[in-house]
């Protein structure tokens, strides 16, 4: 299965790591994030793009603030591409005002 994994950089070690589980597996894995991609912004989108209609699944490790993800994800959804939720960060400004208020 080709395996497109997108995120927050700063979760770079746990998204090699779900590379390298997913490649001992048989999968073929790219993650864009760690392109180093040189390009305007919109290069750079259309890039992601490419690689979203290339996998047959789309993973995500987030942290809720990345705008590049929320957009990777936008897209993903738009073109109906099956994505997997492999970390989410769970502290959050939502999750925050929730406990002050009191309500979870």
């Not at 070690?13 to 073929?28: F, Q, W």
């Amino acid at each position: 299965m080709k395996i497109l994994i997108i995120g927050t950089t700063a979760y770079q070690m746990k998204m090699r790591v779900h590379a390298l589980a997913l490649a001992d597996k048989g999968h073929i894995c790219k993650l864009p994030a760690f392109d180093f991609f040189s390009g305007t912004e919109i290069q750079m989108c259309t890039h992601n793009k490419e690689l979203i209609l290339w996998a047959d699944e789309v993973h995500v490790l987030w942290d809720g603030r990345s705008t590049g993800t929320i957009f990777d994800l936008g897209m993903c959804f738009a073109l109906n591409k099956k994505i997997k939720t492999i970390y989410l960060e769970k502290k959050s400004f939502v999750n925050l005002l929730k406990q002050m208020v009191g309500k979870e």
